[in-house]
């Protein structure tokens, strides 16, 4: 049972445009929404995270939007750097989730020079 | 000065075999979490501690036995090893209520 879905398991990008990043929810009752970077042989790091009371955050080159009749969120990277090329992770969490964190399977951006 | 750090990077074993997994963070976080990555690239929750004690425990194997000496470490010991074992084993922390996990790197676990 996939709660949490990244359909695209990788990316290739211009370095300089925009890096759109999708992912699907099925579980209306999530509230809570993050996005974590993974380089090679390290661990996830913490990116960006939305609440669902909100439909749009920014820091810096990242946004995360959220369309919650949709169940969907994206995560746009503008422009895209070298550095940005990793896995990305999306993940929720919700009451009906016990306050645990669900991720999805990954989606691996790679930005070409 | 890593902020989570496990040890062993690399564990490789034969079927049958007890091991274990530790893990310390030195940010001051009062939670600790394992999380199991398959071979589908899913990233599960398997434990939680909160200051040493057990809040979350997923559905596996009774193998599986985690040990919180310390709000500090979260060890992760497995008895009886299956090729089904074979994953990235992640430790985590954060601080409770807070979802910017802090990762360790990861122990990849190969059973043979």
């Known amino acids: 049972d996939q709660q949490v879905k990244q359909n695209s398991p990788s990316l290739s990008v211009q370095e300089g445009r925009i890096s759109i990043l999708n992912c699907d929810y099925t579980?209306?009752?999530?509230?809570?929404f993050l996005w974590y970077k993974k380089y090679p042989a390290e661990g996830p790091t913490f990116l960006i995270s939305?609440?669902?009371?909100?439909d749009k955050n920014e820091d810096g080159r990242f946004t995360v939007f959220l369309n919650k009749s949709a169940k969907h969120l994206s995560l746009h990277i503008v422009p895209s750097q070298p550095g940005d090329s990793a896995v990305y992770f999306c993940?929720?969490?919700?009451?009906?989730?016990?306050?645990?964190?669900?991720f999805g399977s990954g989606t691996r951006l790679s930005i070409r020079p | 000065d890593t902020a989570v750090s496990q040890t062993p990077k690399y564990l490789v074993t034969q079927m049958g075999n007890d091991k274990s997994i530790k893990c310390e963070q030195n940010?001051?976080?009062?939670?600790m979490y394992w999380y199991k990555q398959d071979s589908k690239k899913f990233l599960k929750i398997m434990f939680s501690?909160?200051?040493?004690?057990?809040?979350i425990n997923e559905t596996v194997p009774n193998r599986f036995s985690p040990k919180s000496p310390d709000k500090a470490h979260l060890n992760l010991h497995i008895n009886s090893l299956e090729l089904g074992d074979s994953a990235v084993y992640f430790c985590?922390?954060?601080?409770?209520?807070?979802?910017?996990?802090?990762f360790g790197s990861g122990t990849r676990l190969t059973v043979v």
């Open positions: 985590a922390s954060s601080h409770a209520g807070d979802y910017g996990y802090t």
């Open positions: 579980n209306s009752m999530f509230d809570y």
């Open positions: 939305i609440s669902s009371i909100k």
């Open positions: 993940a929720a969490i919700g009451y009906s989730s016990a306050s645990k964190i669900i």
């Open positions: 940010l001051g976080h009062d939670t």
């Open positions: 501690y909160n200051n040493k004690e057990l809040i």
